[in-house]
């Protein structure tokens, strides 16, 4: 008991009472506080944080950090300095390359026109972010990376000038409001030039800007920012749009980053006196600790920090057991949390342990929280005054063995690389992250170790993604027919002075792997047909009675085998998955989550010689029986999704690679979604989402303009309206006009919001902060 509650009961109540009663630093983040008696209450509802006084983040910090914990695509709540003061905010994630980017809008990402206006002498716009000043240069400030697009597309509106003269144009970047910057996209700060200057293909050599050399003709200034220091670009200031004939159109591209600079920052203690040291942690009311951890040791101590007698310490006391332990005068408390596996198993581990006023807590990976709440009647103020040494101890107790990553304190974060470059016994960095994270690999994905972090390699996988988890589908007509060519035998290429028609060999031919979704309501059809130099075929199909049959002809002597399943009615428009495997003479067959079903073939033999596989109409049915030869020819209307023959992945390959892979498309190929079992249009295209980050240029070098903010542009549309109207009135009979009044009335008010089609085209575009669809790619050959 505390000694000032040995004077008396009441005394030591009315000092409890006044230690936990409501005041406005008790709930943080703006958390609500009420009162119980002798104990306050944190609501932390709509705060983004959690735990008794609202000091834990419920977000985490970075787009790299949600796609290690297998998210994909998606707008994420962002917190980037953790329990720090900083707000958490919304942004966009983009996980389907191998860098996951950070995406944060403004408010006018599109090309945007500028007409020349005598009254104005200069055009200016400012560009607001969805997120706020303190959110937005952190974010900046963790990426590895960030960039920007940055484009002018002009006609007879130049710049920059020359570095040796004033420019034309500039704009501000940087932390607010933003310093003048008088380089443009691709080039170099303090430049004054743009990307073509850099590299010397400017229009006119005597230029370093393409616009600058004040050509009628459509031309541009285009490229990336990426100098951290420079970002985000906050104003434009364009100079030259006054002349007549002066036309200018714009576009400042949202915000991308991508890399978390702490997020992996780690180190490597190789024995068990090593240990860093930093300066001493301050966490007198409250005070949270976050990292990540692998070793191969059943015990070690990972952060100790001293005072006179207050100390706080995390430990792994045993192969499954991390304690938190700490005193603030009151004697040690101690809050553990034991697993059911061992943790020395080489793979991350996330611990985070908190402590304030009300309670201490551990977490450990996605176990229950442990807590032990504070002594009604003690000191609350923790206070430390010695080094804080992470990997090892001052007090001579046994050190951590292992890895070390993504420390923070109170949402700071140590830099471990840093401190461990100039430390004997403790290396910068830590490999080895596949352990941890191979599994997010799926569909036969193969996980790449990277320096920071790793990544799915899908080249094996019928699939695509960030994870291999994206199934590639496509619509298919009766004319449609996909053709891949396998590599041609040796004994028949080896006479050949031309080189083979393909790229690609299957390298198990007295076997096979097939697997594929379908949709359909077609029967009889034809899903799959395989052919060798040597007469022999397989084909899967859905026959007249809508069951699936396999039929194998591997001796070219005797009729096809033919294997039916027992699964009933697959032509009925839902999607359906096949699983097909033969070694020598087995095969087996799988149908849905339907038992799998088992035949023998009355010949083992290869499958000698393959030559190509057909989805589709088949136009080369020579060797096939009359029955399959017509059901070959009649084409597949429907959904095929993730087919993959042995190695091969023919839909992947002729929608991803069509150029670098050996496939021909004959009819159109509509790249969608049906193979998702949640498509509820079977045969609807597929509408992938992303922001609105993206423009293109028309043939004629003029910009596709997507949004139209001056009201020059909409005098443009006017006029072309008002022609339009009169052409139409002199083609048609006065009484036909007279009768057709207000269908024109309305034609004309609709015609108004039309931009000028012959100097533009226009597409619709979803406001900066939405997502937008991408239309379906269609492929013709």
Known sequence: ????CLKGLKQCLFSASLSLRCSPSRCEHGGRCSQSWTVFHCNCSDSGYSGATCHSPVFEQSCEAYKHNGNTSGHFHIDVDGSGPIKPQLVYCNMTEENTWMLIQHNNS?????????????????????????????????????EQDLSYHCRKSRLLNTPEGSPFSWWLGGPAPGRVQSYWGGAQPGSQQCVCGLQGDCVDPQHYCNCDADRAEWTEDSGLLTHKESLPVRSLLLGDIRRPGSEAVYRV???????????????????????????????????????????????????????????????????????????????????????????????????????????????????????????????????????????GTASRQKGFRGCIRSLQLNGVPLDLEERAEITPGVQPGCPGHCSSYGSLCQNQGRCVERASGFHCDCGLSAHTGAFCRTELSASFQSGTSLRYTFKEPYELSRNSSALPSSISSDPTPRGENVSLSFRTNQSPALLLYVSSYHTQYLALLVNKHDT????????????????ESKVKRLADGELHTV???????????????????????????????????????????????PDLSRLASLGFSGCLSVVRFNS??????????????????????????????????????????????????????????????????????????????????????????????????????????????????????????????????????
């Open 253 to 391: 591209g949202p915000l991308s980053c991508h890399g978390d600079k702490n997020f992996w920052n780690s180190a490597f203690f190789d024995k068990e006196t090593s240990y860093l040291h930093f300066p001493t942690f301050h966490g007198e009311l409250s005070a949270d600790i976050s990292f990540l951890f692998k070793t191969t040791a059943s015990s070690g101590v990972f952060l100790e920090n001293l005072g006179i007698k207050d100390f706080i310490r995390i430990e792994l006391s045993s192969s499954t057991r991390v304690v938190f332990s700490f005193d603030v005068g009151n004697g040690p408390l101690e809050v553990h949390v034991e697993s059911m596996v061992p943790l020395n198993d080489n793979r991350w581990h996330r611990v985070r342990a908190e402590r304030n006023v009300k309670e201490a807590s551990l977490r450990l990976d996605g176990l229950p929280v442990a807590t032990q709440e504070a002594p009604a009647d003690g000191h609350l103020h923790l206070q430390l005054n010695s080094q804080l040494f992470i990997g």
């Open 548 to 563: 699936l049959e396999v039929r194998y002809k591997l001796d070219s002597s005797r009729a096809a085998e033919v294997l």
């Open 579 to 625: 699983a097909l495997r033969r070694r020598t003479d087995s095969v087996s067959l799988q149908i849905d989550q339907n038992p799998r079903e088992d035949f023998n073939l009355t010949s083992d033999g290869e499958f000698n010689g393959i030559k190509s596989l057909v989805l589709g109409r088949v136009h080369d049915s020579e060797g096939l029986d």
């Open 1 to 4: 008991m505390n000694p000032t």
């Open 110 to 146: 599109e090309l945007t026109r500028v007409r020349p206006s005598p009254e104005v002498n200069q055009h200016s716009v400012h560009f607001d972010y969805s997120t706020e000043e303190e959110q937005l240069l952190a974010a900046i400030s963790q990426s590895e990376y960030c």
């Open 648 to 781: 091969i992945s023919p839909l992947k390959a002729a929608l991803l690679h069509p150029d670098s892979s050996p496939v021909t498309v004959s009819g159109p190929l509509l790249q969608s979604s049906c193979g998702s079992s949640a498509a509820a249009n079977p045969y609807a295209a597929e509408n992938t989402h992303h922001l609105s980050d993206h423009a293109g240029v028309v043939a004629s070098g003029q910009p596709l303009v997507n949004a139209i903010r001056t009201d020059s542009a909409l005098i443009g549309g006017v006029i072309a309206v008002v022609i339009f109207v009169i052409v139409t009135v002199l083609a048609i009979t006065a009484r036909f006009l007279y009768r057709r009044k207000e269908t024109y009335r309305n034609q004309e008010v609709k015609g108004v919001k039309q931009e000028d089609s012959q100097d533009f085209h226009f597409n619709n575009q979803t406001e900066p902060q939405n997502v937008s669809s991408e239309n379906p790619k269609e492929y013709f050959i």
